[in-house]
């Protein structure tokens, strides 16, 4: 009997006699190929799948912070423009009025707006417990010395009390009505001018 030879199976790597399987994996030698002890490495000219999620993320957060109008406070922290109405401090007002004077008058607009509509509000409610309400040379500087409001609910983005007028009417033997008109007099200081904001 001839010596056919000895092998080694490509794919478990067993030393056996020559056939045309292994007699251990049971592969067909003439297809299996030996397996590579080093796999392919991803060439460095391949884009890295993990690194566009981050790139992306960079630019959409340099895009938000370029659309942004930003002031800045003492502490030289940017702030945004919309947190500057809601705090409504002067300061930040004044230094804006010097590089954009429009949107500041937006702002001190806005903001006497605001008040007045917590005043009209806080004027019902006190009208419930008072027998009368202030009179024309009381005004609202009556109500903040008897406690009943603060001097910053009273004044206006420019720092002026808001012009207070009372005016009875159908007064008769069983009630009396009256009407109460507050106004702020707007960035010009006048009263009856065309920037005169009244209580909505």
């Known amino acids: 009997m001839s010596d056919q030879g000895n092998m080694i199976c490509p794919a478990c790597e067993k030393f056996q006699p020559k056939a ?6 049971g592969i067909v030698i003439a297809k299996a190929h030996k ?3 080093h796999p392919p490495q991803p060439t460095t000219n391949e884009p890295d799948s ?4 981050i790139k992306a993320i960079v630019i959409v957060v340099v895009i938000m912070i370029a659309g942004g109008t930003f002031l800045f406070t003492g502490n030289d922290q940017p702030t945004d423009e919309g947190q500057s109405v809601a705090k409504g401090s002067t300061s930040q007002i004044d230094r804006l009025a010097v590089i954009k004077p429009k949107t500041a008058s937006k702002i001190q607009i806005v903001k006497t707006q ?6 009209k509000t806080r ?6 417990d008072w027998p009368e309400p202030p009179t024309n040379e009381q005004g609202l500087q009556y109500l903040v010395k008897q406690g009943h409001l603060t ?7 420019w720092g002026r009390g808001f012009a207070y007028k009372m005016e009875w009417k159908n007064e008769n033997a069983f009630m009396r009505e009256y009407e109460i008109k507050v106004h702020s007099l ?6 009856n001018t065309s920037d005169d904001i ?3």
């Not at 993990?50 to 999620?53: K, V």
């Not at 605001?114 to 005043?119: I, K, P, R, V």
């Open 20 to 25: 045309e399987e292994c007699a251990h994996c």
């Open 35 to 37: 397996p590579d002890a």
């Open 50 to 53: 993990d690194g566009l999620p």
């Open 114 to 119: 605001a008040t007045l509509h917590e005043l």
């Open 123 to 128: 004027l019902y409610m006190l009208s419930m």
């Open 151 to 157: 001097k910053a609910e009273t004044t206006d983005a």
């Open 186 to 191: 707007g960035a010009d200081g006048l009263t």
């Open 198 to 200: 009244g209580m909505p």
